[in-house]
C-alpha cells in the first residue's frame, strides 16, 4: 500500500528566500493555536517582511527551518544569542504535521546550538494560559520563572525636549555603540546587545535612546517602531532592550523613550516587564503604563536568568 513520505529534512539555515513560508507557517500554526485556547475567529496577522529580516539577521547560524519530502516548510525555530543570553522564538510548526514529535527535536536542537555558543541563560517564552505548551516545554526540561508583563501607554501629543538617539551618532557611531557595550558588561557581564543596535540602524527600524549623566552613559533602550505586522501602520514604538546603571535612572531613561516617541509620531509606547524587576515595573504603573500583555518566561534547568547586582537589565525575548 503506498504511504506518503511524512519525512522531514532539517534544520538548514533559513534565508530572506524563505519568508514567505516563513510567514504562512507563523500565522497558520499561532491561529491554530489561539483557536485550540478557545479564541475561536482570532486570525493571526503575517509579520512585517522587515521584521523578518531582523529575526533572520539577528539569529544569524540559528535561525533554522525544516523542510518535507517536497521541499515545502514544516517549521521553523529562530534561535538567538546576545553574548551569554539565549533564547528562542518565534518557533512553530505547520499545524498539519503537529504530534509528531517535531516540536521536541527542534527545540533540543535550539537548546544544543546555544550550549555549543557558550549561553548561560537559555529559555523562551509562552502564553501562560497555553498550558498545554507549558506541560510540552517542561517535558524538554525547561521550568516556569517569571511572568514577562507587557505595559503600554499612549505618547502624549505634545512634549518638551529632545532625546539623544544612537543613529545621529555618524562618524561616532563605533565610539557610542562601544559605550553600550560597556554599560551593560557592567550591568550584567557576559551579555552584549551590540548586534541588535547595529542591525536595527543599518535596517532602519528603530533606534536606540540614550541618557547621560555629564558625558557618562548612564542608559539606553532599544525600540522599534516598525509596525510588526504586514500592511498596518506605523503607531507603537516597542521597547526590545533596556540597560540603565541603576535603578534611579530607570524613570530618567523611560521619559527618554517617550520623547522617542512623540519624535516618531506613533501613539503608544510599549515595554515588555520581567516581574522579576518589581521596582521598575510598579515606576512604570506609576508613569501611567497599564498592563496589556502577559507571557510566562522558561528557562532550561541549569541555564538560569541571571539578574543584576545594581542597574537593570530588559530583554524582550520576541521579535
Given at each position: 500500500?503506498?504511504?506518503?513520505?511524512?519525512?522531514?529534512?532539517?534544520?538548514?539555515?533559513?534565508?530572506?528566500r524563505?519568508?514567505?513560508?516563513?510567514?504562512?507557517?507563523?500565522?497558520?500554526?499561532?491561529?491554530?493555536?489561539?483557536?485550540?485556547?478557545?479564541?475561536v475567529?482570532?486570525r493571526?496577522?503575517?509579520?512585517?517582511t522587515?521584521?523578518?529580516?531582523?529575526?533572520l539577521?539577528?539569529?544569524g547560524?540559528?535561525?533554522?527551518?525544516?523542510?518535507?519530502a517536497d521541499?515545502?516548510?514544516?517549521?521553523?525555530?529562530?534561535?538567538?544569542?546576545?553574548?551569554?543570553?539565549?533564547?528562542?522564538?518565534?518557533?512553530?510548526?505547520?499545524?498539519?504535521?503537529?504530534?509528531?514529535?517535531?516540536?521536541?527535536?527542534?527545540?533540543?536542537t535550539?537548546?544544543?546550538?546555544?550550549?555549543?555558543?557558550?549561553?548561560?541563560?537559555?529559555?523562551l517564552?509562552?502564553?501562560?494560559?497555553?498550558?498545554?505548551?507549558?506541560?510540552?516545554?517542561?517535558?524538554?526540561?525547561?521550568?516556569p520563572?517569571?511572568?514577562?508583563?507587557?505595559?503600554?501607554?499612549?505618547?502624549?501629543?505634545?512634549?518638551?525636549?529632545?532625546?539623544?538617539?544612537?543613529?545621529a551618532?555618524?562618524?561616532?557611531?563605533?565610539?557610542?555603540?562601544?559605550?553600550?557595550?560597556r554599560?551593560?558588561?557592567?550591568?550584567?557581564?557576559?551579555?552584549?546587545?551590540?548586534r541588535?543596535?547595529?542591525?536595527?540602524?543599518?535596517?532602519?527600524?528603530?533606534?536606540?535612546?540614550?541618557?547621560r549623566?555629564?558625558?557618562?552613559?548612564?542608559?539606553?533602550?532599544l525600540?522599534?517602531?516598525?509596525?510588526?505586522?504586514?500592511?498596518r501602520?506605523k503607531?507603537?514604538?516597542?521597547?526590545l532592550?533596556?540597560?540603565?546603571?541603576?535603578?534611579?535612572?530607570?524613570?530618567?531613561?523611560?521619559?527618554?523613550?517617550?520623547?522617542?516617541?512623540?519624535?516618531?509620531?506613533?501613539n503608544?509606547?510599549?515595554?515588555?516587564?520581567?516581574?522579576?524587576?518589581a521596582?521598575?515595573?510598579?515606576k512604570?504603573?506609576?508613569?501611567g503604563?497599564?498592563?496589556?500583555?502577559?507571557?510566562?518566561?522558561?528557562?532550561l534547568?541549569?541555564?538560569?536568568?541571571?539578574?543584576?547586582?545594581?542597574?537593570?537589565?530588559?530583554?524582550?525575548?520576541?521579535?
Amino acid at each position: 500500500m503506498w504511504r506518503p513520505d511524512r519525512s522531514v529534512r532539517g534544520p538548514h539555515r533559513a534565508t530572506q528566500r524563505d519568508i514567505d513560508s516563513l510567514n504562512r507557517v507563523f500565522a497558520e500554526a499561532f491561529t491554530d493555536r489561539y483557536s485550540r485556547d478557545g479564541l475561536v475567529g482570532v486570525r493571526v496577522p503575517q509579520l512585517n517582511t522587515v521584521v523578518w529580516r531582523y529575526a533572520l539577521e539577528d539569529a544569524g547560524e540559528g535561525s533554522m527551518v525544516w523542510r518535507d519530502a517536497d521541499g515545502q516548510m514544516v517549521a521553523f525555530n529562530m534561535v538567538h544569542r546576545s553574548g551569554s543570553e539565549g533564547w528562542m522564538g518565534p518557533l512553530a510548526v505547520r499545524p498539519d504535521r503537529q504530534g509528531e514529535g517535531l516540536g521536541s527535536s527542534m527545540v533540543r536542537t535550539g537548546i544544543e546550538w546555544l550550549r555549543s555558543q557558550g549561553a548561560t541563560t537559555i529559555g523562551l517564552e509562552t502564553m501562560p494560559r497555553t498550558v498545554d505548551n507549558i506541560g510540552f516545554y517542561s517535558r524538554i526540561g525547561l521550568v516556569p520563572g517569571h511572568l514577562t508583563v507587557t505595559l503600554v501607554r499612549d505618547v502624549p501629543r505634545r512634549s518638551v525636549g529632545t532625546a539623544e538617539l544612537l543613529s545621529a551618532a555618524g562618524s561616532a557611531f563605533p565610539e557610542r555603540l562601544e559605550e553600550c557595550r560597556r554599560l551593560t558588561e557592567q550591568v550584567l557581564p557576559g551579555v552584549d546587545f551590540t548586534r541588535e543596535l547595529a542591525l536595527t540602524r543599518d535596517l532602519g527600524i528603530g533606534d536606540t535612546t540614550l541618557t547621560r549623566e555629564g558625558q557618562a552613559l548612564t542608559g539606553f533602550a532599544l525600540w522599534h517602531s516598525t509596525p510588526l505586522a504586514a500592511a498596518r501602520p506605523k503607531d507603537e514604538l516597542r521597547v526590545l532592550k533596556l540597560v540603565t546603571a541603576t535603578p534611579d535612572g530607570f524613570e530618567r531613561l523611560m521619559q527618554a523613550v517617550q520623547l522617542s516617541a512623540t519624535a516618531e509620531r506613533v501613539n503608544r509606547v510599549a515595554i515588555r516587564c520581567q516581574s522579576e524587576f518589581a521596582d521598575a515595573y510598579l515606576k512604570l504603573i506609576q508613569l501611567g503604563y497599564r498592563v496589556h500583555w502577559t507571557d510566562l518566561r522558561m528557562l532550561l534547568q541549569g541555564y538560569p536568568q541571571r539578574l543584576p547586582g545594581g542597574g537593570v537589565l530588559m530583554s524582550n525575548w520576541e521579535i
